[in-house]
């Protein structure tokens, strides 16, 4: 039976890939698609991208210099690499019909194996050992190619359970693409101040006076004790002494209050 025919449209040098020391291994095959015209969001096809097996070997090494697991790395490139073809010169790789397709107007949470490791290493506190260790999970988990998307879940879940807190519910958002997408983490709260904060108290002061008052509370800030109204008012008094017209001023609004009363 004869081969069928490849219809090769674009044919490109080879890209030299290499990583960061916090990029994550899964990044080897993103970065060599996007040298040859990925655009990030289009699906490959990898077996419609051919190369020879000189640059198939030099992707397989950048990767297994990052995860130790050989069989995982060999899974991924077999999966997700580029396909071998003995006829292709040297530092060349095809472009067959079809290794791109489009999805614009699909919609869809689910996260790539580099969003789900970006997503981990913003919120969560790890340093370059566990960024590498996590990494490679799940590249492993990745590469595996599960017929049921629910044996990935239970994968992960099991070598990351109990190792940096992350909680099942967002594991099934990468795995099952359940629930709403993944937002960065709420790690704290911010209580701010206010140029009209410091008019309330000193009503007297320009409005560069009263930033000036807010600046100065910044650097003094004592954690301990907070920031209230009063503070605002002792630094702008500290800063800005009322004159004796301000004070008569504040005695005649109070009488004033007063009468009306």
Same mark, same amino acid.
């Given at each position: #039976?004869?081969?069928?025919?490849?219809?090769?449209?674009?044919?490109?040098?080879?890209?030299?890939?290499?990583? +960061?020391? #916090?990029?994550?291994?899964? *990044?080897?095959?993103?970065?060599?698609?996007?040298?040859? &015209?990925?655009?990030? @969001?289009?699906?490959?096809?990898?077996?419609?991208?051919?190369?020879?097996?000189?640059?198939?070997?030099?992707?397989?090494?950048?990767?297994?210099?990052?995860?130790?697991?050989?069989?995982?790395?060999?899974?991924?490139?077999?999966?997700? &690499?580029?396909?071998? !073809?003995?006829?292709?010169?040297?530092? +060349?790789?095809?472009?067959?019909?079809?290794?791109?397709?489009? +999805?614009?107007?699909?919609?869809?949470?689910?996260?790539?194996?580099?969003?789900?490791?970006?997503?981990?290493?913003?919120?969560?506190?790890? *340093?370059?050992?566990?960024?590498?260790?996590?990494?490679?999970?799940?590249?492993?988990?990745?590469?595996? @190619?599960?017929?049921?998307?629910? *044996?990935?879940?239970?994968?992960?879940?099991?070598?990351?359970? &109990?190792?940096?807190?992350?909680?099942?519910?967002?594991?099934?958002?990468?795995?099952?693409?359940? &629930?709403?997408?993944?937002?960065?983490?709420?790690?704290?709260?911010?209580?701010?101040?206010?140029?009209?904060?410091?008019?309330?108290?000193?009503? !007297?002061?320009?409005?560069?006076?009263? #930033?000036?008052?807010?600046?100065?509370?910044?650097?003094?800030?004592?954690?301990?004790?907070?920031?209230?109204?009063?503070?605002?008012?002792?630094?702008?008094?500290? #800063?800005?002494?009322?004159? !004796?017209?301000?004070?008569? @001023?504040?005695?005649?609004?109070?009488?004033?209050?007063?009468?009306?009363?």
């Amino acid at each position: #039976m004869a081969e069928p025919e490849r219809k090769v449209v674009a044919v490109v040098d080879a890209p030299e890939i290499s990583l +960061t020391e #916090m990029e994550p291994v899964g *990044d080897v095959l993103l970065k060599f698609y996007r040298a040859l &015209g990925w655009n990030g @969001d289009d699906e490959v096809e990898p077996t419609k991208v051919r190369t020879t097996r000189a640059v198939f070997d030099r992707l397989y090494a950048v990767m297994a210099e990052r995860c130790p697991d050989a069989a995982a790395v060999g899974l991924a490139l077999v999966n997700k &690499g580029p396909g071998v !073809d003995d006829d292709i010169p040297p530092e +060349t790789v095809w472009l067959l019909e079809g290794w791109l397709t489009a +999805t614009t107007g699909k919609e869809s949470n689910k996260l790539t194996a580099r969003e789900f490791y970006d997503y981990l290493v913003e919120n969560y506190n790890l *340093d370059g050992a566990a960024c590498r260790l996590i990494d490679n999970i799940i590249c492993y988990v990745d590469s595996q @190619d599960f017929a049921d998307e629910r *044996d990935a879940h239970r994968s992960l879940w099991s070598l990351l359970d &109990g190792a940096i807190g992350v909680t099942e519910q967002e594991i099934e958002i990468y795995t099952l693409s359940r &629930g709403e997408p993944m937002k960065k983490r709420k790690r704290e709260i911010c209580i701010g101040w206010s140029v009209e904060d410091v008019l309330e108290v000193r009503p !007297d002061l320009t409005d560069e006076q009263a #930033m000036e008052v807010l600046e100065n509370v910044e650097e003094n800030h004592d954690a301990g004790a907070g920031i209230c109204w009063d503070t605002l008012e002792f630094w702008a008094d500290r #800063m800005f002494p009322p004159t !004796d017209d301000d004070q008569f @001023d504040d005695e005649q609004s109070d009488e004033t209050g007063e009468l009306n009363d």
